[in-house]
């Protein structure tokens, strides 16, 4: 009798899992290192319960994946075995390549290089480890694999990964009403000529999901407090790179160090695997062992926005529905200076302003409906669901965010 | 130490009765008798656990109009505590006057009385019982007491009613993502100016409210299966009330027999008050114990009908977007009448054609929205909400529904 | 594609139907029946929400059963598909030979038929339909099948069934400190030669099991509200056998009236196959639709206590630890009789007195445990399981139980 | 309109925050710290949810000491407004005085100082910062106050917080069965002459609760893999405050490098107020930064286990019933040393073995009932609840764990 190796997921129950090699994978310390990064970076800012980590998200995910694939196969798609483990691969590993505050620090710690890159290649890496028994993950994961279905259900409009992490966010911050009932969606998917599509009485569960979703980015993701919070915490990393890169040493860990001492371009990971194993071993307590340092560091940006962190007395932020005009702005500016009492040069570090902006649907990637008559359709077309079309039109909202106050000395 | 009332509810966890009036109200044979009608009908035959009755509703109903007034008080709002009992009663007995299968027999049974005339005519009569204590309910319930907010919270787009069926429909047919976020609607709202608004930062609530209103109507009120049993308890109470009224009778309660015989409508209630206390004898059981009969009733009609309840052999239906033509249900017609070989004079029983609609937002009857500014605004207008203008297109959908075979000897 | 039949159930999201073969049997008029049977009688009274029914137990069951055999499977028990579906059939119907409100009534309707015979009998009939295919299901639900632990999965003190009902009951109920963990249970299970085991680390699990079990007893099962509910049934059916026997006809329906005419024994049922398809008709509706007939039938006995359900007016009830003395009962009994100005011969009728018992683990029926070392040991030797051995005890709770008020004429 | 301070907690919906005393006492730097330390230390790595912190755990049962104690107002205990904000006062910071990873490391960084008299410190230094306003909280949490109520709810064995934590812990590790029904216990809480009692009908709850407890303990607190981490972890602070009193600087946090180096006792945080102002910054980032950094540190003890950490590559624990012998002991350590390749010295680094102990109910701190017939018995000693008496055994368990295997270079 051989045991199962199972996790307690307050959101399933229980996730099993399935096999040799994706234990292993979960055991790798590149996964591992998940357990230290938060699914919602400084979301629990606002909902304290917001801790959950990318770990958990990615084992969640292929725990939807693993019941995605036994319905299909109940509906008569064929899908070899090969098949089911690879694509549940490709889906517990499809944010491997994320930092720490991921969204965040893509565009200040690093200089702009999309997670999903790293996640190639971090997935590449370990396909070397482990003998190339991750090709097929990989061909999924990068939509090499002829059967397109596969990666529609790990990187679409309506992936599994949305699947998990909709619920996880709303279960762990309590904003019981982004609920999408992602039971339902599974058991309405269907594959049609190797693609994905939904059965046309599930179709009310689709609109029900995209509304949630758009709930969960204004409720959530893009909250006004989260998005002051992030906007802090980029400040934060570029005053030290400015500072690392005039030459100070910070008594951080060395990967952290290298990453604020030196500007990275996607082809320096690809030209260097030692770079990419020094990002493999960053974390979110790399960044928040810096925080409790540079709140008694000498230098008063990284003080006081770190004792801010500390204190939760963030930016103070103004979201709207209307830009800001440039003289509104330079109004605030000045303002702030003159109320901080800080040289010009340095308000970049207490003052933002900038746009966040958001989708229902996007038509571009569409969902596909499958009729009862067998026709394939995306669902904005549908005929009962005037609200899908509307959804595709982006939303913008412009924020100017500033520190309430400074200790100067 | 005085014993607090309390009753379990599994979507609350409890429900505590506040005062010696509600608890006598709630003792009332009328009250009582809410036990015995479920909120939703025939639902149970496509979600089976959704047998949940109006008793229970109605108590859900009074507990979240409590959370509500308590809200409203801490923001400032000032309630007397008469106004409080009484909008609590108001809550507790608007739906009172439901018989049993409401919607579906206000239309066969009675002669299209609407249950809120029914509702007000036995709130009167409790309220000569209680000695006049129900006055300032009465008032609030008929729209009459000046603070519209308190009406506005029994009986309008964003009522307690709704708040509460939506969730407890929700709980007990377990369309989780039909869950509407009643705590955080209700932490949203305020008076202003005796109105009932919504702060704006709600207003994600609200849109994601009126979607889920949306899909529960369509996935569960208005699903195929519960229009088709719906059509057949008509047709059956109305071969009923046709023999009845050609002289049969039948071994059914009294008061129920009295309503097969006697085409009543709502003056005959109003000049005459014994024909209330007989409507609110009326049950699910009278009707469900006639079934029961009936099954062997010789009349094939009320015989087969009854049975196809009783093995849940309904009607099939189609339900689809575009309207049939005429000849199309001619047609269906006609090869209805060959198949199952009966009369064309009976074929109304076993053949039912029509439309149901629904609609997200009824624009007649806004829901306000409070400003940062302290502007009362429409929801629909408001700038980022672009689904809500188009939620209030009126959507219909038209059925054809017909026995599938009959046992005619 | 073959669209797979699932249920929507609040408590475990979908239930899937398996087999076109289980399909068929759901669908039969004798399982549908099932619908209108409620799981806890009468506890409604108390727990409002508590109107959930066989069917949806019996298929609940039926769906923790595959996860179980899923699991068994995992674990390196080879299980076949037809010994699969012969266990999910078992399971499913378990309970099929209860009657309407069935422990009351299998004392007062029948003459004291255990409802597992009914069972067996009605498997039977519906083997005979099912030209045989449901043999294998039959020899494991009579535990003739040799691989024990099948039938201990259908029916021992860790059966499938309890870890429906148990989780079920506390859903609906509300009595969520019920909780039992059935999804640990099931990960813990294994198969010992044959027989079914525990792995040591669930113990706590068990322990947990067992002392929530007890907590539904006394919290639910044995409540004193339904106890004296039940006792009022048991009484009003009594009255209704009397007086049909003396020769009264009902307007009820038939098979009730048959039921009410005839005294009838197991050998009646098992010589005379009529006699259980009369059964077979009966449900909840057939009482509760002559409860709402006999509100108003000239026999003051019906009448009172049929007024008394419909008013939620029900015998006052007093449970204690120690029993009455003769004498008391004796006092009680004769006040009650002066109080309600009775004849003696018709006290019965609204006077009532008994035990209820539970015992939280029995001895005799152990659950085993697979330890670490791969010895198999009865829960209650555990070391560190003080509680189970105590749990073994009997507790027994006295009551007396009568009307607080009757309408004479 | 003054609008209200609320709390989205995914456990109990909204949590309110009901005075401008209590929002600047949870905005103060002190309790904004304890966001940064998780509930359960290292459990996380058994139960991947369970990364609640301290923060929400306090604001909880400050949310179920309101509940409580407008219940008990209810009830018709008296309760001025000053006691009940000084209760929920009092439970918000019963645990204010804990450190990072509290538990294993009041025994290690700390010289076994009890947390709960650095709370007191902790309370008093706040109560100077408000001029006072804490005074009537601090005399209920020293159990000064005479009535007596008020300390139980705070601290005893049935207090608000264990029903938080219970109920929390549980929500968060998805440890279901382990539910205790807080709701109903706290309904069944009444007060007479000023103790804390709990309605004899209750006795089931409490039964329950302390049953859940247990199992909580066995299957979470004392998880086998937990004890190994925590053992783990205070095998580390041990290396660190040996080369730290040897002289040896670490790139730390002034504060956590101030612990390492000074050994503190409880007179020192008296008689020192800034002592316990560098307490108050340390939190689990200090720690988990340290770990960041020694996991390339120099010495193979801090290098060897911080990596283990950041692998989870645990120490290999055994925990049973009874004691290992000395002899085994020696055996064990011995073989770990020859493996392991270490000098006898550091073998304590790598090995360890002890015991853990819990106990149901603690007969010294008894659970009081009030009967129905008004008098006060110790829970243990009612008639039908055997367990009890048997769940106040103390359970030990045995452990060794030890490291399985080192990089030495």
């Given at each position: 009798m051989?045991?199962?190796?199972?996790?307690?997921?307050?959101?399933y129950?229980f996730?099993?899992?399935?096999?040799?090699?994706?234990f292993?994978?979960i055991?790798h310390?590149?996964?591992?290192?998940l357990?230290?990064?938060?699914?919602?970076?400084?979301?629990d800012?606002?909902?304290?319960?917001?801790?959950?980590?990318?770990?958990?998200?990615?084992l969640?995910?292929?725990?939807?994946?693993?019941?995605?694939?036994d319905n299909?196969?109940?509906?008569?798609?064929?899908?070899?075995?090969?098949?089911?483990?690879?694509?549940?691969?490709?889906?517990?590993?499809?944010?491997?390549?994320?930092?720490?505050?991921?969204h965040?620090?893509?565009?200040?710690?690093l200089?702009?290089?999309?997670?999903?890159?790293?996640s190639?290649?971090?997935?590449?890496?370990?396909?070397?480890?482990?003998?190339?028994?991750?090709?097929?993950a990989?061909?999924?994961?990068?939509n090499?694999?002829?059967?397109?279905?596969?990666?529609?259900?790990?990187?679409?409009?309506?992936d599994?990964?949305r699947?998990?992490?909709?619920?996880?966010?709303?279960?762990?911050?309590g904003?019981?009403?982004?609920?999408?009932?992602?039971d339902?969606?599974?058991?309405?998917?269907?594959v049609?000529?190797d693609?994905?599509?939904?059965?046309?009485k599930?179709?009310?569960?689709i609109?029900?999901?995209?509304?949630?979703?758009r709930?969960m980015?204004?409720?959530?993701?893009?909250?006004?407090?989260?998005?002051?919070a992030?906007?802090?915490?980029?400040?934060?990393?570029?005053?030290?790179?400015t500072?690392a890169r005039?030459?100070?040493?910070?008594?951080?860990?060395?990967?952290?160090?290298?990453f604020?001492?030196?500007?990275?371009?996607?082809?320096?990971?690809?030209?260097?695997?030692?770079?990419l194993?020094?990002?493999?071993?960053?974390?979110?307590?790399?960044?928040?062992?810096?925080?409790?340092?540079?709140?008694?560091?000498?230098?008063?940006?990284?003080?006081?926005?770190?004792?801010?962190?500390?204190?939760?007395?963030?930016?103070?932020?103004?979201?709207?529905n209307?830009?800001?005009?440039?003289?509104e702005i330079?109004?605030?500016?000045?303002?702030?200076?003159?109320?901080?009492?800080?040289?010009?040069?340095?308000?970049?570090?207490?003052?933002?302003?900038?746009?966040?902006?958001?989708?229902?649907?996007?038509?571009s990637?569409?969902?596909?409906?499958l009729?009862?008559?067998?026709?394939?359709?995306?669902?904005?077309?549908?005929?009962d669901?005037p609200?899908?079309?509307?959804m595709?039109?982006?939303?913008?909202?412009y924020?100017?965010?500033?520190?309430?106050?400074?200790?100067?000395?």
């Open positions: 051989k045991s199962q190796k199972i996790l307690n997921d307050p959101v129950g996730i099993t899992i399935p096999s040799e090699l994706i292993a994978i055991d310390p590149y996964f591992q290192r357990r230290r990064i938060r699914q919602l970076g400084l979301t800012f606002v909902y304290p319960g917001a801790l959950h980590t990318r770990f958990h998200h990615a969640g995910a292929m725990h939807l994946m693993s019941i995605t694939l299909l196969r109940l509906k008569g798609t064929d899908i070899s075995d090969s098949e089911y483990e690879a694509a549940l691969i490709a889906i517990l590993l499809h944010d491997i390549g994320h930092g720490p505050f991921s965040a620090l893509e565009f200040s710690l200089e702009g290089i999309p997670h999903e890159e790293l190639i290649l971090t997935i590449e890496a370990l396909n070397r480890e482990f003998a190339g028994q991750l090709d097929l990989i061909s999924i994961f990068k090499k694999y002829p059967r397109k279905f596969l990666n529609q259900l790990v990187s679409s409009q309506l599994i990964d699947l998990d992490y909709l619920q996880r966010d709303c279960f762990f911050t904003v019981s009403e982004g609920t999408i009932g992602a339902r969606i599974i058991k309405m998917m269907a049609h000529k693609q994905l599509v939904i059965e046309e599930g179709i009310y569960s609109e029900n999901f995209l509304s949630a979703r709930l980015y204004w409720q959530v993701y893009l909250h006004k407090t989260t998005v002051s992030e906007k802090m915490l980029i400040n934060l990393i570029t005053r030290a790179k500072l005039q030459g100070l040493s910070f008594q951080v860990s060395e990967e952290f160090d290298f604020l001492k030196n500007p990275l371009h996607l082809k320096d990971f690809q030209s260097n695997p030692q770079i194993e020094q990002f493999l071993q960053l974390d979110d307590f790399d960044i928040w062992g810096a925080i409790k340092l540079w709140k008694s560091h000498p230098d008063y940006v990284l003080k006081n926005i770190s004792r801010m962190f500390l204190t939760r007395n963030l930016f103070k932020i103004n979201l709207v209307d830009p800001f005009s440039p003289e330079q109004e605030q500016m000045e303002k702030t200076r003159q109320k901080l009492a800080i040289p010009s040069a340095d308000l970049d570090y207490f003052f933002s302003h900038g746009k966040v902006s958001n989708y229902g649907y996007l038509a990637d569409r969902i596909n409906i009729t009862k008559k067998g026709k394939v359709v995306d669902v904005a077309t549908a005929a669901l609200n899908i079309k509307v595709s039109k982006i939303v913008e909202k924020y100017v965010c500033k520190a309430k106050n400074l200790i100067l000395s």
